[in-house]
C-alpha cells in the first residue's frame, strides 16, 4: 500500500468499517473480461479469517462465472465525504474501505445455508435468529467467499 498512515491493521477498526458496509463489490474475472456484482452482504470471523456470505437465484452469470473461476477479488467502503479546498489538488476525501481476494462456492450443506442467511440477516437487520423453513432454504442459492487477503483503508 503506497499511503501506508492509511492502512488499516486493527482487527477491531476493520470489523467496525465492515460493519458499517452495507454493498460489497464481487468482481469476477471469465474470458478476458471483469464482471462486476454489489451485492448485499452477511460475514462471519473464526479462527483468524473471514468468510462473507451471499443469497441469489440459482442460475444466470453470477452462478456460472461461480462455478468457472472461483478466484474474485472484492471491495466495499462507506463514509466518503469530499473535503473542499482553494485549489483543485488541494481537495480530498473521507473515507473507510476494505479490498481483498479470495475464493467463491456455492454452499450446498443446509446447515451452512442456514448460517450464512443468519449472518445476512444479522448485518442487515442487526437481530439474530431468523428462522428457515426448507421450502425457502431449497429455493434460495447460498454462496460464500472464503477471504485470502483482506486490506483496510481509511483517511478520516
Given at each position: 500500500?503506497?499511503?501506508k ?5 486493527d ?7 465492515i460493519?458499517?458496509?452495507h ?5 469476477f474475472?471469465?474470458e478476458?473480461q ?8 452477511g460475514?462471519v ?8 456470505y451471499f ?5 444466470g ?10 478466484t474474485?477479488?472484492?471491495e466495499?467502503?462507506t ?12 481537495h480530498?476525501a473521507?473515507?473507510?474501505?476494505i479490498?481483498g481476494?479470495g ?7 443446509t446447515g451452512e ?8 440477516m444479522?448485518?442487515?437487520?442487526g437481530?439474530s435468529?431468523?428462522?428457515f423453513?426448507?421450502?425457502?432454504l431449497d ?11 483482506l ?6
Open positions: 500500500m503506497r499511503r498512515e492509511r492502512q488499516v491493521t482487527k477491531k477498526r476493520l470489523e467496525q468499517i460493519e458499517a458496509c454493498c460489497i463489490r464481487v468482481g474475472f471469465s478476458g471483469v464482471y462486476i456484482v454489489p451485492v448485499n452482504f460475514y470471523f473464526e479462527d483468524e479469517k473471514y468468510t462473507f443469497h441469489s437465484a440459482k442460475e452469470r453470477k452462478m456460472e462465472l461461480i462455478k468457472s473461476n472461483p474474485v477479488g472484492f466495499m467502503d463514509g466518503y465525504e469530499l473535503k473542499m479546498a482553494a485549489s483543485a489538488c488541494g480530498t473521507y473515507f473507510q474501505s479490498v481476494q475464493k467463491v462456492s456455492i454452499v450446498e450443506n445455508k442456514r448460517k450464512g442467511l443468519q449472518a445476512v444479522k448485518h442487515e437487520t437481530r435468529e431468523w428462522e423453513q426448507e421450502k425457502m429455493a434460495v442459492c447460498v454462496w460464500k467467499l472464503e477471504v485470502i487477503k486490506t483496510g483503508k481509511e483517511n478520516i
